[in-house]
């Protein structure tokens, strides 16, 4: 009876993170743009920072909300890039992937000194990005 269910728990979790690796990308205007306002390739700041993110051809909503069309919220990725098949998988949380879904479009951003590669990217209502991806340019900016 108890492997019965430790087996039936382990397969339920595996349906719920298929389910959510599968799940469907969410349409985009293909003319939307993400972009840094206030950085540029080359800059060097002093830590901690502010990025300031910017966004035209879509609109910002905070993560869960799934009904209003041509919306996302931001992604800063530092030192990494999110391409093939991750285009269409949630976004990780983790000190490379900064998730702004309260809908923030700033954020005070704290690096160690060195060199660092940053990029935004739109993720719909479930953290993926959406289709066709909308990501910003790779700049380079030096912390000191």
Known sequence: MRQTLVTAA???????????????????????????????????????FLVQFGLSGMGVAPAGVEDIKNTGHHHLIINEKIEGDELSQPIPADDKHKHFGGGQTEAMVELPAGTHILQLVLGDWSHIPHNPPIMSERITVTVK
Do not use: C, R
């Open 10 to 48: 382990v397969m339920a979790v595996a349906l719920t993170v298929s389910g959510a690796a599968g799940a469907e990308q969410t349409p985009a205007n293909p003319k939307a743009k993400v972009y840094f306002i206030n950085l540029k390739d080359g800059d060097t700041v002093k830590s901690p």
